[in-house]
Nanobody
Framework: QVQLVESGGGLVQAGGSLRLSCAAS????????MGWYRQAPEKQREAVAI???????NYADSVKGRFAISRDNAKNTVYLQMNSLKPEDTAVYYC???????????????WGQGTQVTVSS
């Protein structure tokens, strides 16, 4: 059974930093893209940052220059370093994995449980 376990959320003042981690567990052979999405109250879930298995990255315009995504393929872990946080970054952040090969199973789409990030002004 595959699981995505997130950690690192919390409460921080505006201008502060947080680092999110998401570890995929299970008998994983490979993962294609991994990424972070967020959903604020009464808003749709949006993509924040995505990283391919080869390390190519894409960011939402609203976080470019402030957030950095990285991954450790050996540990099946993806990170999101968030700097210069703003109140509008407040949301539940979800880890996402696309294309997980685990044993004889293929999971095209997998989500973590979410971690709350709250930025106070």
């Amino acid at each position: 059974q595959v699981q995505l376990v997130e950690s690192g959320g919390g409460l921080v003042q505006a201008g502060g930093s947080l680092r999110l981690s998401c570890a995929a567990s299970g008998s994983i052979f490979s993962i294609n893209a991994m990424g972070w999405y967020r959903q604020a109250p009464e808003k749709q879930r949006e993509a924040v940052a995505i990283i391919s298995s080869g390390g190519s990255t894409n960011y939402a315009d609203s976080v470019k220059g402030r957030f950095a995504i990285s991954r450790d393929n050996a540990k099946n872990t993806v990170y999101l370093q968030m700097n210069s946080l703003k109140p509008e970054d407040t949301a539940v952040y979800y880890c996402h994995a696309e294309g997980i090969y685990s044993g004889s199973y293929y999971y095209p789409d997998y989500w973590g449980q979410g971690t709350q990030v709250t930025v106070s002004s």
